[in-house]
């Protein structure tokens, strides 16, 4: 989730940074803060970040430091505790505002769909570990749902265990992205390490799907697979649309995030990665130790705003930390990991 009533409140403001039309830093900081919300909202709750993957295009293979930690359940369920969904009322709100504003309907399939109508709505429970090697994964997805939250998950298709996959859509799963990216099993070996396949992971899928029908679960799957801007990325995506087509799944090209790390940056169709960065304002997330990093991208937890475990979400989130972070954005302050260590811009770098 993310606070959408805020974005929406800064909306005109941001066009007007974007094309230049304002300069004034402390204008900026003042507007933000009138419309920001007191009450914190999570973007995502990364319950672990343990992985058997090793992917090439993620920071966790070549430059994640940080132990191997899991959350405890009773972290979750307190963190949990402390938020709401959004209402109804903002939801409606919120589906016209993108309609009207970005010309992208409730019904539609894409990227940018997918960051507009579904990640607005859900808890996310990935970060930079695979929740599928979370044992307590289906009951955390009971508990979102019986306080009314949507919630998702993004993992790798290999590690799909029918069981315990259909006790989470038992328990309300709303959405489940698998990523794969190729369907040959020896390119995607080379892409996501050893441990992956594709064989075996679409077998599991379609069973997966024949069960979801069968039993009415309301699970969506998504498919996707990276533009990571190989010579064959549109024939490898085709390939992948052939092998699913005609069944039940969400099914998109998705941009790559952080390219910065890659150093081959080739641009991004993601409405996300083009806008300036709202997430100070906006977003929370908790990582698996516990801790309140800047943002799902500090993949070392270099940037901690607060401690879940010690403090309430509401203290963090109204703290000094968080307000010197944000103080940071606006500023674009030289040496900042957001300024230099990430593809979206920070607001600051509007204001120059």
Same mark, same amino acid.
């Given at each position: 989730?993310?606070?959408?009533?805020?974005?929406? %409140?800064? @909306?005109?403001?941001?066009?007007?940074?974007?094309?230049?039309?304002?300069?004034?830093?402390?204008? $900026?900081?003042?507007?933000?803060?009138?419309?920001?919300?007191?009450?914190?909202?999570?973007?995502?709750?990364?319950?672990?970040?343990?992985?058997?993957?090793?992917?090439?295009?993620?920071?966790?293979?070549?430059?994640?430091?940080?132990?191997?930690?899991?959350?405890?359940?009773?972290?979750?369920?307190?963190? *949990?505790?402390?938020?709401?969904?959004?209402?109804?009322?903002? +939801?409606?709100? +919120?589906?016209?505002?993108?309609?009207?504003?970005?010309? #992208?309907?409730?019904?539609?399939?894409?990227?940018?769909?997918?960051?507009?109508?579904? #990640?607005?709505?859900?808890?996310?429970?990935?970060?930079?570990?695979?929740?599928?090697?979370?044992?307590?994964?289906?009951?955390?997805?009971?508990?979102? @749902?019986?306080?009314?939250?949507?919630?998702?998950? =993004?993992?790798?298709? =290999?590690?799909?265990?029918?069981?315990?996959? *259909?006790?989470?859509?038992?328990?309300?799963?709303?959405?489940?992205?698998?990523?794969?990216?190729?369907?040959?099993? @020896?390119?995607?070996?080379?892409?996501?390490?050893?441990?992956?396949?594709?064989?075996?992971?679409?077998?599991?899928? $379609?069973?997966?799907?024949?069960?979801?029908?069968?039993?009415?679960?309301?699970?969506? #799957?998504?498919?996707?697979?990276?533009?990571?801007?190989?010579?064959?990325?549109?024939?490898?995506?085709?390939?992948?649309?052939?092998?699913?087509?005609?069944?039940? *799944?969400?099914?998109?090209? %998705?941009?790559?995030?952080?390219?910065?790390?890659?150093?081959?940056?080739?641009?991004?169709?993601?409405?996300? +990665?083009?806008?300036?960065? %709202?997430?100070? +304002?906006?977003?929370?997330?908790?990582?698996?130790?516990?801790? $309140?990093?800047?943002?799902?991208?500090?993949?070392?937890?270099?940037?901690?705003?607060?401690?879940?475990?010690?403090?309430?979400?509401?203290?963090?989130?109204?703290?000094?930390?968080?307000?010197?972070?944000?103080?940071?954005?606006?500023?674009?302050?030289?040496?900042?990991?957001?300024?230099?260590?990430?593809?979206?811009? *920070?607001?600051?770098?509007?204001?120059?």
């Amino acid at each position: 989730m993310f606070d959408i009533a805020f974005y929406m %409140k800064v @909306n005109e403001l941001k066009k007007r940074l974007a094309c230049g039309e304002i300069k004034d830093k402390q204008i $900026v900081s003042e507007a933000f803060e009138a419309v920001r919300n007191k009450k914190p909202v999570i973007y995502n709750i990364e319950t672990t970040n343990a992985c058997n993957m090793r992917c090439k295009m993620c920071p966790r293979t070549t430059m994640m430091t940080r132990p191997v930690e899991t959350m405890s359940p009773e972290l979750f369920r307190r963190i *949990v505790e402390q938020i709401e969904p959004h209402s109804p009322e903002l +939801w409606n709100r +919120w589906e016209a505002f993108v309609e009207s504003e970005y010309g #992208i309907s409730k019904d539609a399939m894409s990227e940018n769909h997918f960051f507009l109508h579904i #990640i607005p709505r859900v808890i996310q429970l990935h970060g930079y570990g695979d929740p599928l090697l979370d044992r307590n994964m289906a009951d955390y997805i009971a508990l979102l @749902n019986s306080k009314g939250f949507a919630s998702y998950f =993004s993992c790798n298709p =290999s590690n799909i265990n029918i069981e315990k996959t *259909v006790k989470m859509f038992e328990n309300g799963l709303d959405y489940i992205k698998y990523s794969i990216e190729s369907v040959d099993d @020896n390119v995607h070996k080379q892409i996501r390490g050893e441990a992956s396949n594709f064989s075996h992971s679409y077998e599991k899928i $379609v069973k997966l799907l024949d069960i979801k029908k069968a039993r009415k679960y309301k699970t969506t #799957i998504i498919i996707t697979m990276l533009d990571l801007n190989s010579p064959n990325q549109l024939e490898e995506y085709a390939n992948l649309r052939k092998a699913f087509e005609g069944l039940d *799944v969400y099914i998109y090209l %998705k941009s790559e995030d952080q390219q910065w790390y890659r150093k081959d940056f080739h641009g991004t169709c993601s409405i996300h +990665w083009s806008e300036v960065c %709202k997430h100070p +304002w906006m977003s929370m997330t908790i990582k698996s130790n516990g801790e $309140v990093a800047m943002c799902m991208e500090d993949f070392n937890n270099e940037i901690i705003l607060g401690d879940a475990r010690k403090e309430s979400l509401y203290e963090i989130w109204n703290g000094e930390k968080y307000h010197q972070f944000r103080k940071d954005h606006i500023a674009a302050k030289k040496g900042m990991k957001c300024l230099e260590r990430c593809d979206m811009k *920070v607001v600051g770098q509007f204001l120059q």
